[in-house]
């Protein structure tokens, strides 16, 4: 590979631009990728992200801004599955509360669906879906997931979303008390990650 390589986001997010170079400062053993906010998200022609799977979702989002920005594209798609509610809230986990809904409102719905519930019937895992795409095709599709299970109450005052609901026995911490590199390490979008990342060393090396 040679030079840099820079990857748009296609999100207006600043935390998550975060979170994506905290992941790359932990595992990249150099300095050859880097990450940004792809420019003037807000303005760009808006992807709706209908599609039944997290897969199409990602790679669909990333192949449309893809044509936007000049460089490789690096889009997402995840949520919370829960086998017992027929996956539920799934593809829809940040819209299951309605589109402006808080975290605390989601976990508040996700509870009393799973009211009554006992042992297994509260398994439940996240799902991150990765895709990279340059000039309106898709270079890579890459996923991970983390298993757990939903708690009857929260727990911990960290993380977003559904975190505080979701138990990881081994380690016996909802996400929302892990500390950012426990979370890295733990987490179905730092798994993810990790694979788009030797994706695209395989990717860039090769060009």
Do not use: W
Not at 11 to 36: M, P, V, Y
Not at 82 to 103: C, E, F, H, I, Q
Not at 132 to 158: F, Y
Request: proline share 4%; net charge positive.
């Amino acid at each position: 590979m040679h030079g840099r390589v820079n990857f748009l986001l296609a999100s207006s997010n600043r935390g998550k631009l975060a979170e994506f170079e905290a992941l790359a400062r932990r595992d990249l053993a150099d300095s050859r990728f880097t990450f940004s906010l792809a420019p003037d998200f807000a303005k760009l022609p808006a992807f709706e992200e209908a599609a039944p799977t997290f897969a199409e979702n990602a790679a669909g989002k990333a192949i449309h801004y893809s044509r936007f920005c000049d460089g490789a594209v690096i889009a997402d798609d995840s949520g919370l599955v829960v086998p017992a509610l027929k996956g539920a809230p799934g593809v829809r986990s940040a819209r299951y509360a309605g589109p402006n809904a808080t975290d605390a409102e989601k976990i508040a719905k996700l509870l009393a669906e799973m009211r009554g519930k006992r042992g297994a019937e509260r398994a439940a895992h996240f799902v991150c879906v990765l895709a990279l795409a340059e000039s309106g095709r898709c270079l890579a599709v890459v996923s991970d997931r983390a298993d757990g299970m939903i708690l009857e109450a929260p727990r911990g005052n960290d993380g977003f979303g559904y975190d505080p609901v979701f138990y990881q026995p081994e380690i016996n911490k909802t996400f929302a008390e892990l500390s950012r590199a426990e979370k890295n390490r733990a987490s179905h979008r730092g798994k993810a990650f990790r694979r788009l990342l030797r994706a695209a060393h395989d990717l860039f090396d090769r060009s």
